[in-house]
């Protein structure tokens, strides 16, 4: 305001001069002219004060400007400053070497640039770039070891807590990840699941999940009996044959699939077709099959290969009335009477006949003439 101030005492003076000027060289003629000379004055006044205050204003405004530009420049540096130093902590743990006095803290050539850029951010040369070697008390050095310590370490553990993450994370990828079960154990654990289902009676599960298993091993005997079994358990008897078929062919010798085939012809009355079933394996030595064909092939008049099989039966056990029975019908059927005499006192002999079978055999004693 004192520029105003003073240009206003310049008008003023400017005016009594140009007064005193006017009464010497003119003489005011009328009242008319003195009123629009004072009113020129006052214009002129009143443009001069509108012309100082938008110059006060725009003054205002610029030192304004100047001032908030000065505290984002300072702010800007602060965090450079803050960005530069935790840079030279860190290459201060790595790289710094201290002479063996204690006194100075010699700097690497890299941490020197990093001074220099600072340096030339505040208006250093950048062509004065060179390593130093800073003068520091040892209790600066202390302070900034401990600094520089708690600044490592704290790194160290967030290292430590993302590898922990990780490792958390790669857990629960594993965790959710997919196994790959090889042939035998899916088979097992389809196996495992017609058990179940069997067990609770929810058979089209369980002919579901072997037919599963025998896709993926057709050699898998159990699950072809057990399958077989559950067809011929709803009277699905031709699926069941088939199915044993196709078990003969991958297994010539397995003597199971023959005598569920051989069960399955006999309960359809095809005597014929289970006798030929089971011939196949005529000399095999187990008691279960030879009693199957002893009875079967006697049932279909073919006493020859009866009297095998009860011959093998005797061979397995000697000491069984039944067997020596058997032997001695299908002799006395074959017309083969001294053969039947002897199997018929062998079995009374053995002492474990019925009743009935026992008065059977002492009857055709009689008979035969003995």
Same mark, same amino acid.
């Given at each position: 305001?004192?520029? @105003?101030?003073?240009?206003?005492? $310049?008008?003023?003076? =400017?005016?009594?001069?140009? #007064?005193?000027?006017? &009464?010497?060289?003119?003489?005011?003629?009328?009242?008319?002219?003195? *009123?629009?000379?004072?009113?020129?004055?006052?214009?002129?006044?009143?443009?001069?004060?509108?012309?100082? @205050?938008?110059?006060?204003?725009?003054? +205002?405004?610029?030192?304004?400007?100047?001032?908030?530009?000065? +505290?984002?420049?300072? =702010?800007?540096?602060?965090?450079?400053?803050?960005?530069?130093?935790?840079?030279?902590?860190?290459?201060?743990?790595?790289?710094?070497?201290?002479?063996?006095?204690?006194d100075k803290l010699v700097v690497p050539l890299a941490e020197a640039k990093v001074i220099t850029s600072k340096e030339t951010a505040i208006g250093t040369p950048i062509n004065k770039v060179a390593p130093?070697?800073?003068?520091?008390?040892?209790? +600066?050095?202390?302070?900034?070891?401990?600094?520089?310590? *708690?600044?490592?370490?704290?790194?160290?553990?967030?290292?430590?807590?993302?590898?922990?993450?990780?490792?958390?994370?790669?857990?629960?990828?594993?965790?959710?990840?997919? #196994? %790959?079960?090889?042939?035998?154990?899916? #088979?097992?654990?389809?196996?495992?699941?017609?058990?179940?289902?069997?067990?609770? !009676?929810? @058979?089209?599960?369980?002919?579901?999940?072997?037919?599963?298993?025998?896709?993926?091993?057709?050699?898998?005997?159990?699950?072809?009996? %057990?399958?077989?079994?559950?067809?011929?358990?709803?009277?699905?008897? %031709?699926?069941?044959? !088939?199915?044993?078929?196709?078990? @003969?062919?991958?297994?010539?010798?397995?003597?199971?699939?023959?005598?569920?085939?051989?069960?399955?012809?006999?309960?359809?009355?095809?005597?014929?077709?289970?006798? !030929?079933?089971?011939?196949?394996?005529?000399?095999? =030595?187990?008691?279960?099959? %030879?009693?199957?064909?002893?009875?079967?092939?006697?049932?279909?008049? *073919?006493?020859?290969?009866?009297? $095998?099989?009860?011959?093998?039966?005797? &061979?397995?056990?000697?000491?069984?009335?039944?067997?020596?029975?058997?032997?001695?019908?299908?002799?006395?059927?074959?017309?083969?009477?001294?053969?039947?005499?002897?199997?018929?006192?062998?079995?009374?002999?053995?002492?474990?006949?019925?009743? !009935?079978?026992?008065?059977?055999?002492?009857?055709?004693?009689?008979?035969?003439? &003995?």
């Amino acid at each position: 305001m004192s520029v @105003i101030n003073q240009m206003l005492k $310049d008008l003023d003076q =400017r005016q009594v001069n140009e #007064v005193a000027v006017g &009464e010497k060289n003119i003489v005011i003629s009328s009242g008319d002219s003195s *009123k629009k000379l004072l009113l020129l004055s006052i214009l002129f006044i009143i443009i001069i004060n509108i012309a100082g @205050i938008f110059a006060w204003h725009l003054y +205002t405004e610029n030192q304004s400007l100047k001032a908030s530009q000065l +505290t984002f420049e300072q =702010r800007q540096f602060s965090k450079e400053l803050v960005e530069e130093f935790q840079k030279k902590i860190a290459l201060t743990n790595t790289s710094a070497q201290t002479e063996p006095n204690g006194d100075k803290l010699v700097v690497p050539l890299a941490e020197a640039k990093v001074i220099t850029s600072k340096e030339t951010a505040i208006g250093t040369p950048i062509n004065k770039v060179a390593p130093f070697t800073a003068q520091k008390s040892s209790t +600066t050095v202390v302070a900034e070891q401990v600094s520089a310590a *708690k600044f490592s370490k704290k790194l160290d553990n967030t290292a430590t807590a993302k590898q922990e993450v990780a490792e958390k994370r790669s857990a629960t990828k594993l965790s959710i990840s997919r #196994v %790959q079960l090889t042939p035998q154990q899916l #088979v097992q654990q389809k196996l495992t699941k017609a058990e179940k289902a069997i067990e609770n !009676n929810a @058979i089209k599960s369980a002919e579901q999940l072997f037919e599963d298993i025998l896709l993926i091993m057709p050699e898998h005997h159990s699950a072809r009996k %057990q399958l077989a079994a559950l067809w011929f358990g709803r009277q699905s008897h %031709q699926a069941a044959l !088939n199915l044993l078929s196709n078990g @003969i062919v991958l297994a010539p010798n397995n003597s199971e699939y023959r005598i569920m085939q051989a069960r399955i012809y006999l309960n359809l009355g095809q005597r014929e077709n289970a006798v !030929n079933t089971l011939l196949a394996l005529a000399s095999y =030595r187990d008691v279960e099959y %030879q009693a199957l064909l002893a009875s079967t092939a006697q049932q279909v008049s *073919k006493y020859q290969v009866a009297i $095998d099989a009860y011959r093998r039966l005797t &061979e397995l056990d000697l000491h069984r009335g039944r067997w020596w029975l058997g032997l001695a019908v299908a002799y006395d059927s074959n017309s083969q009477f001294d053969q039947a005499i002897v199997s018929y006192q062998k079995a009374l002999t053995a002492g474990d006949l019925s009743g !009935n079978a026992a008065k059977f055999s002492r009857e055709r004693l009689q008979e035969l003439g &003995e």
